[in-house]
């Protein structure tokens, strides 16, 4: 016998319940990103190399997956390119598997640009495909579930993520804190301190200061070359307590010098009313600490970390000025959020959340009683079909006990066994397993079945 | 200005228009797949090439898109090996894309084997990709839709299939002919005309003969070294006319002596009673110039043409007795067929079926009057989402004719404008922009806005 076969290591297989379950988070997002006019794209798994490069980092690039090009890829390669791995690979390869969706609609938006109006609200939710080391949790193939608004600057939109985020995690039953925090701040902090250079140190620090406490993240500051005085500057950031009100008054006394932290205050400030008028219910907290995207983003950041599960953030995204100059389109001002659904998933299966019955098993089988049993019962099957329920029929005459047992290995909860006195008769059998309830029916009373399949 | 982005050849972005029209061919066939039963799984794009490789002749080999190694691909690699490509493509590439969903669907039968009941009834939804020279209608990743059964013999499943193929097709409003062969007429045929081992040239004669005519034909056969009297015994297949049953009938008589060509005069005599009493509307044809798939397929053979619209097979599939040996699991017999969802995506739109709306336009923008009146209007915005309703809020305080223009630009068929005075009323303004219908509704009456929103 030839070796079982296997797939590629961190890729994985979906069975029927884990498809279920997945596509019931991605129908749950994809239903809320349209109430809020959000419209689907999907862009091609492969890109041109050209396209992902430099986009994420020396590390990023690395991660990339190459695809060889096709023909002979090797036919003008002379035995000293082998000396540069590196050079042979990107000679020998023009394509590569996306990595994200973020850069992906960057382009989207820079080639498709006199086909979209602005603001142009889009989700995706497509596959992306890393190099990293396989781990628990960290797979080489995932899902990511992108919204994004691009071509506009208000405040609203950032409202918008917040209420999108609200409203998923109302639906899916996961009590959230969703943490919002403004890269504006955190510059404005830098500059006051007079280290406007060190923003990431500082932002850093503030993320430790509950594991470490707060003299070891003085030193740690004093490490990187913080001066006293700029950490005297830091201090009470480090220290913040209260309510989001509270905070950001705080933060205004400390920024008030600084002209970009000023505009983070006004920027947090209306984003919190804002808020407070659309009656969000989930909790949701300024966090300093938040350093998410650092590199990219250039206003709010946010960041969602489920209350009852212990995972990392479960979806995070933030305001972008310059997400299309990378190819060419200046100007176009961002903001969007990720769903992590991998991880989601995760928090749904450890929560129990997931509803009973994700329609994945078929409401009814009906037994195989023979070549004229089954023509009798074919017309009803494709009646109660129509009304929406899943119908089969058991493929072969086989005994009774095979035929319940079928049902119960694929979770099937009726059985309907009719044969030549059903038929003399004009009626049908419908018969709950688990309850144990069963009724008769003249065979055309397609309403009444389906009542009796709804509600037994 | 960096060059406009560009995406690999023979691959495509979808935009919003094309997403909705493809998820709504999607979802038609999901929503029927699973009322017969069928259940959904995924595969990772990314399949070890020893799983892909022999699977698809030397042809399917070289369209096979083959992934780099991560790391240093090329570390081992010594000057010789560039003499041979295709092995030192071998070397550094130990994956692939996927090529279509059948091989794949085959390793997660026999991988997950002790995990599935058989009958096991799956349906997959997936791109995959192949390195063909890309032109008109050929894509190097396209998306297939497949459903299928196995580990059952049971001609029932041959039905549910045509069964299948009619709601998809009902459901579509596109009127199909759903061509049925049999793969042991064929090779009884070959038998009785003492040619058991030039079947598939008596197939692609068969084909050809409204094409090139009777003459051409026999000269075609002659030219292939078959006799007269292979030809003679050929002839009045070739010549076969009337509806299916006197079609069968007259190859029973052709193939009374062929033991193959009489279980194949069974099987087809069966499917056909079968589908005569699930009563399918689609037009249902024998075709014995069928010949798709012919070096895997065992039994039936299904092939479906749109009758309206000129292009490909939209749609095939057959009865595989043997698709898990390749992977050492042996007597799995299964029967499935594959949508083409490109094709039928231009079908709908060359015969104009697809609904008038798809879901990807927002239903209502409300103007953006100020801080305030969108503090009055977003508790609404939500209630009337939590209708189902799609509801956006112009960004920013714009001039009214451009946010009359975003509506217009992005299809939303109604505009709500309310100010200080509805806020003061505590009213709000509905109006349907193609119709000039107004209305003016309490701002608590969520009920009657969406009965207008639903009709107006």
Redesign the interface.
């Known amino acids: 016998?030839?070796?079982?076969?296997?797939?590629?290591k961190g890729?994985?297989?979906?069975?029927?319940v884990e498809?279920?379950r997945?596509?019931y988070i991605f129908s749950t997002v994809s239903e809320v990103f349209?109430?809020?006019?959000y419209?689907?794209?999907?862009?091609?798994?492969?890109?041109?190399l050209s396209?992902l490069l430099g986009k994420y980092g020396d590390e990023g690039d690395?991660?990339l997956?190459?695809?060889?090009n096709?023909?002979?890829?090797?036919?003008d390669?002379?035995?000293g390119m082998?000396e540069d791995?590196n050079a042979?690979?990107m000679k020998?390869?023009?394509?590569g598997?996306r990595y994200d969706l973020t850069v992906p609609f960057a382009?989207?938006v820079?080639?498709?640009q006199n086909?979209i109006?602005f603001?142009f609200?889009?989700f995706q939710i497509q596959?992306v495909?890393r190099?990293d080391r396989p781990q628990k949790g960290r797979y080489?193939?995932f899902c990511q579930c992108d919204v994004d608004v691009v071509g506009?600057r208000?405040l609203?939109?950032e409202l918008?993520l917040v209420?999108i985020v609200d409203?998923v995690f109302e639906r899916l039953g996961i009590d959230v804190c969703i943490k919002i925090n403004n890269r504006k701040l955190l510059a404005g902090l830098a500059e006051v301190a007079g280290a406007a250079d060190k923003m990431i140190d500082i932002t850093v620090a503030i993320d430790k200061i509950d594991k470490i406490g707060l003299e070891a993240v003085k030193e740690e500051l004093r490490g990187k070359g913080l001066t006293e005085e700029a950490i005297s500057v830091i201090e009470p950031v480090l220290l913040l307590k209260g309510d989001n009100e509270s905070k950001t008054a705080q933060m205004s006394r400390i920024l008030a010098s600084s002209e970009t932290g000023m505009k983070g205050i006004a920027e947090i400030s209306e984003l919190f009313s804002l808020i407070a008028?659309?009656?969000i219910r989930q909790k949701v907290e300024l966090d300093l600490s938040l350093a998410r995207g650092l590199n990219y983003y250039t206003g709010a950041i946010f960041e969602v970390k489920a209350l009852d599960f212990e995972i990392g953030s479960i979806c995070g995204g933030g305001r972008y000025d310059d997400l299309t100059g990378?190819?060419?389109l200046k100007d176009v001002s961002g903001v969007g959020i990720s769903f992590g659904a991998d991880r989601i998933y995760d928090v749904l299966l450890g929560l129990d959340k997931y509803p009973s019955s994700l329609?994945?098993?078929?409401d009814v089988l009906f037994a195989?009683m023979g070549r004229e049993a089954?023509?009798y019962v074919?017309?009803l099957c494709?009646r109660l079909?129509e009304k929406?329920?899943?119908?089969?029929?058991f493929?072969?005459e086989s005994k009774l006990g095979k035929q319940f047992d079928?049902a119960a290995?694929?979770s099937i909860p009726f059985i309907s066994i009719n044969a030549d006195s059903e038929a003399a008769a004009g009626t049908i059998n419908l018969k709950n397993l688990a309850r144990g309830v069963q009724q008769t029916f003249a065979k055309d009373d397609v309403e009444a079945m389906s009542d009796f399949l709804r509600k037994a």
């Open positions: 016998m030839a070796q079982k076969p296997s797939i590629p890729t994985r297989d979906f069975g029927p498809t279920a997945r596509n349209r109430l809020f006019g419209a689907q794209i999907e862009t091609p798994a492969m890109e041109n396209t690395k991660l997956f190459k695809i060889l096709s023909g002979d890829a090797f036919a390669i002379d035995p082998l791995s042979l690979a020998v390869c023009e394509k598997l382009r989207f820079v080639q498709h086909d109006h603001p609200k889009r596959p495909w190099a080489r193939e506009s208000s609203l939109y918008e209420q409203m008028s659309a009656g990378i190819f060419g329609g994945n098993a078929p195989n089954v023509a074919m017309p494709n079909r929406g329920f899943s119908v089969v029929i493929p072969d079928y290995r694929n």
